[in-house]
């Protein structure tokens, strides 16, 4: 679904991925990991087309991803969410929800302000949307909340939903559980797993937290200062010996795969 090949991003001569090459396949979850300042935001990034490589390519089902600026591609199908939730604070979980959809409606203002049928017909089917969305996160009790008042591994839940509101293909999830406890890290990461199994996505993950990562992932491309030092699944990824020296510690320090 997605490819990178031989992508190299560089700022003021600071190369921040150097010549970095994967294939996400569909339907599956592949989780990017490395230490701090390794690159993997600046994947992100290059993907959501907020920066561009000075070489190489990105593919995404088939089509060159660079050819489209940064609000053409969720029309493509690539939501995302982020690592500090950047949700509406003084809206409703509905409200936000809502907005997931903004970018792929195609009305002019003056539709808008006569109120045509039209508008009202797409106005049904974005609520209907929403909570379906909500049901499947099982947060529609918490649809008139402020996500101001609300937890912040449930904020996680509504900024992920949001992602989920349009005809997503690809989600980008960034650090789902920073700052999570264990509970709520539990509960995101069986969430991670549902959108895989339950609602067919495709799932791109960055996080640090390595029994998420272990747990959920079907591939692992593990990054440092901007190269790919490691790629297999989570049990060749666990034991190489590489990827525990500039990464996971100790082999006693990482978590066993279930």
């Not at 959920?216 to 060749?236: L, R």
């Amino acid at each position: 679904m997605l490819t990178f090949k031989n992508v190299t991003v560089q700022f003021a001569g600071l190369t921040a991925i150097n010549k970095l090459s994967f294939d996400v396949p569909a339907g599956k979850i592949f989780s990017i990991i490395g230490p701090n300042g390794a690159g993997k935001t600046t994947v992100f990034n290059c993907i959501s087309r907020f920066y561009t490589p000075v070489s190489g390519e990105i593919e995404f089902n088939g089509k060159n991803l660079l050819q489209f600026k940064p609000h053409h591609v969720i029309k493509e199908g690539i939501a995302r969410s982020f690592q500090n939730v950047e949700l509406f604070a003084n809206m409703t979980v509905l409200d936000n929800l809502l907005t997931g959809l903004h970018p792929t409606l195609n009305k002019n203002i003056f539709s808008i302000a006569l109120n045509f049928p039209a508008i009202k017909k797409s106005e049904r089917e974005a609520v209907a949307r929403a909570n379906e969305v909500m049901e499947l996160l099982d947060i529609k009790e918490l649809a008139d909340e402020k996500v101001n008042n609300l937890p912040f591994g449930y904020q996680k839940m509504v900024d992920i939903g949001r992602a989920m509101m349009s005809d997503t293909k690809l989600i980008l999830l960034d650090e789902p559980v920073a700052g999570m406890n264990p509970v709520e890290t539990e509960k995101i990461s069986d969430l991670i797993l549902r959108l895989r199994d339950e609602m067919g996505f495709t799932v791109l993950v960055i996080e640090h937290d390595m029994s998420l990562v272990m747990k959920v992932s079907d591939y692992v491309t593990v990054m440092n200062f901007g190269q790919k030092i490691a790629e297999g699944v989570p049990q060749e990824i666990q034991r190489n010996p590489v990827v525990i020296e500039a990464y996971l510690g100790e082999v006693d320090d990482v978590a066993p795969v279930n």
